[in-house]
């Protein structure tokens, strides 16, 4: 072997390794793709017998001190230690809002409206463009299912002042609007939801239908009483061809803490014991019963597993897309 034959063994070891260096350097010129941010899937729809269900996310917010919410019964370092058990930050928690929509075939039904036009600042009130994206036009909604008053549930109902679904008649308890309706309700620490009431809820008076628990607003889809969180608040029992879901509104706002200390007191819940008493019943239902159920204020549709005294959440993943 000669000198030349190395010298030139070299060159192309040097050439590769150069080239190697080249391909894994970036190419000068191209600027970097930007950078698009968090995404949360806006909708999920699946089938419930006959029936088609689709849970909105109308927007997300996170909040600081979840101690001021959750538990503010207890001591607030048993909060967090909850929390930090199930790898969630102790600084802050996160609230979903996510109204639904079920199409029987022959109606459509919107269960909540989420927080309406004067959120989309901060990117919430997204449930009529969310209709929209999933083939739905606000014209064809028939039936608005109020399950509560507060402003998370009702700020959607009007548009440009307005009815947001303007073919639309509307269920809700009767308890519910006698409650947040009358004047005396307008001052004092009723004011905000009694005034939002004022403006969006009691100008459709004239097409509610007021239910009590247990009545029926269509074929398959029953009323339940979940009062304590308001006095007229109202869970849904559906069921198509065997197949059941409920949903459930603001009978649990977090699913963690709701589930796994049900008798901890929340920040919203205007009879706190009794919202207590609720949760732990239906809740126990859904258990026993192995039903699905959405959550107004819960990341995904889910279950329930019995633990102990409480309850787990266990996530639906394919069991409601086969």
Do not use: C
């Not at 503010?72 to 230690?81: N, Y």
């Not at 609720?278 to 239902?285: A, D, L």
Request: proline content about 7%; cysteine-free; aromatic content about 8%.
């Amino acid at each position: 072997m000669t000198d030349a034959s190395l010298t030139r063994r070299g060159l192309f070891a040097a050439a590769g390794a150069a080239g190697a260096a080249a391909a894994l350097a970036p190419m000068a010129g191209l600027a970097a793709t930007p950078m698009q941010g968090a995404h949360l899937p806006t909708y999920r729809r699946f089938k419930l017998g006959a029936f088609e269900v689709t849970a909105l996310v109308d927007g997300t917010a996170p909040r600081d001190a979840p101690e001021t919410i959750f538990g503010i019964d207890q001591d607030p370092a048993d909060v967090a230690a909850l929390l930090e058990d199930s790898l969630l930050p102790t600084d802050k928690a996160m609230f979903y809002f996510t109204p639904t929509v079920v199409n029987t075939g022959s109606q459509v039904l919107l269960f909540d409206t989420g927080l309406g036009a004067g959120a989309r600042a901060g990117g919430l009130g997204r449930t009529r463009a969310l209709l929209a994206e999933t083939g739905i036009a606000p014209e064809a909604v028939d039936t608005v299912v109020l399950t509560h008053f507060h402003p998370d549930h009702i700020g959607g109902l009007m548009e440009d002042g307005a009815p947001a679904f303007p073919n639309a008649q509307y269920v809700t308890a009767a308890a519910e609007y006698d409650f947040w309706s009358p004047e005396e309700r307008l001052s004092g620490p009723t004011e905000r939801v009694a005034k939002l009431t004022a403006s969006n809820v009691v100008p459709l008076a004239d097409k509610i239908s007021f239910i009590t628990p247990g009545d029926s607003i269509a074929s398959g889809i029953d009323t339940i009483d979940a009062s304590g969180h308001t006095p007229g608040h109202t869970a849904v029992h559906l069921e198509s061809e065997g197949q059941r879901l409920m949903i459930v509104a603001d009978t649990a706002a977090h699913y963690i803490v709701s589930l796994q200390r049900p008798d901890w007191h929340l920040l919203f819940d205007m009879d706190k014991e009794k919202a207590a008493a609720t949760r732990k019943q239906i809740f126990g239902m859904i258990a026993a019963d192995k039903i699905p159920f959405i959550g107004y204020h819960m990341p995904s549709v889910g279950f329930i597993e019995p633990s102990g005294d409480a309850f787990r959440f266990v996530a639906a993943t394919y069991q409601l897309d086969l």
